[in-house]
């Protein structure tokens, strides 16, 4: 019989449990803190942002499944053990509602929409006239399973579309490439609006500071959906300020939730939302949970597991 144990500390979490007795026949499934003893045979984890130590405490399990894309929610646990593969979710509603996501906030951005809403607050009609699709560039932060998809989707709208990795890309119709640091600048220098789809790793962190900000066409924009720790935001915050960036849409933080108290909510230029881009949701992820777990039983490797060298 197949063993999930579940923790998502969240309202609403019992929605999961019968996705995932849908996707795999006979399932015992276990919803923290009713997980049981390790003794009670081999287990699987599903999970976001488990308390600390709990994993080690079970040593029974086969493979820890990240209920999100990114796995620094798991590996933040000092006490996480190395030996257990961690897979990282990929499913095709993550994919969609990112796109969803990108299409929107890229659309807002060239279409002037962060200025607009401004006026409105101050009840001015202030008329913006913003560029054609066509003649904008949009620069993607990581070119994986997210950023290729988001790409994918701007295409027909016509930008002209960048990104930017750390291994090479085939060269493909539509979509320039540029890798590693060695062409980071000349990628930021091509963007107006850039687009942060990066895992947070040791070098990923910092990414986009005052140095790297200012290599952007003045009035570029930027939008981070991948990691809080992409952006240095006071220094983000001074070039908003001084008028060299126009605006910024931000999902991720380094804390979440966002601190009450922060001065980022009331910025003219920029736009909030709380870590929603794109939302893991239980029927495909129960069917990609499932059929990485009958790999797993067939002695076959998973998919999108964690490459605990590079972080991601
Ligand atoms: P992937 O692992 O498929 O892709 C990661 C991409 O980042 C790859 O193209 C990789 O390059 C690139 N990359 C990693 N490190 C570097 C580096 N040092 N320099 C240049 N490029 C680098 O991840 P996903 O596309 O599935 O997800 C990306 C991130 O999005 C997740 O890690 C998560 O943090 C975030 N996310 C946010 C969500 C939200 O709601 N806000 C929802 C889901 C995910 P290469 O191709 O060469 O390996
Ligand atoms: C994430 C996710 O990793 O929501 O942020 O999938």
Redesign the pocket.
């Known amino acids: 019989m197949t063993r999930i144990l579940f923790y998502l500390d969240e309202p609403g979490a019992e929605i999961w449990q019968p996705a995932f007795e849908a996707a795999i026949p006979g399932l015992d499934f276990r919803t923290y803190p009713d997980w049981g003893n390790p003794d009670d045979g081999p287990a699987y984890v599903f999970a976001w942002e488990p308390e600390l130590g709990l994993i080690a405490k079970y040593p029974n399990i086969k493979a820890i499944f990240s209920l999100?894309?990114?796995v620094d929610h798991l590996t933040r646990d000092p006490d996480l053990p190395t030996d257990i593969p961690i897979i990282?979710m990929?499913d095709d509603g993550?994919k969609e509602g990112?796109a969803e996501f990108v299409v929107m906030t890229v659309l807002m951005h060239q279409r002037y929409m962060p200025r607009m809403l401004a006026s409105q607050r101050k009840k001015k009609w202030r008329r913006l006239f913003p560029p054609l699709a066509r003649d904008v560039r949009v620069g993607i932060l990581?070119?994986?399973?997210?950023?290729e998809y988001c790409a994918q989707a701007l295409k027909p709208l016509g930008y002209q579309i960048a990104a930017?990795?750390?291994?090479g890309k085939t060269p493909e119709n539509g979509v320039e490439h540029y890798t590693g640091s060695s062409e980071f600048q000349a990628f930021l220098k091509r963007t107006d609006i850039l687009v942060g789809?990066?895992?947070?790793?040791p070098?990923?962190t910092n990414l986009l500071n005052k140095t790297t900000m200012a290599m952007m066409p003045k009035y570029a924009s930027i939008i981070n959906?991948?990691?809080g720790t992409l952006i240095n935001l006071d220094d983000m915050v001074a070039l908003l300020d001084s008028g060299h960036l126009s605006a910024a849409t931000l999902?991720?933080f380094v804390e979440e939730p966002l601190d009450k108290d922060s001065p980022l909510w009331q910025h003219d230029k920029i736009i909030i939302t709380p870590?929603?881009?794109?939302i893991t949701r239980p029927d495909t992820a129960a069917q990609y949970v499932a059929s990485n777990i009958k790999r797993i039983e067939e002695g076959l490797q998973p998919a999108n597991v964690l490459d605990r060298s590079k972080g991601?």
């Open positions: 999100g894309a990114g990282r990929s993550l990112m990581g070119y994986g399973a997210l950023g930017w990795s750390r291994t789809l990066l895992p947070s790793t070098e990923t959906a991948g990691r999902d991720v870590h929603i881009a794109s991601y």
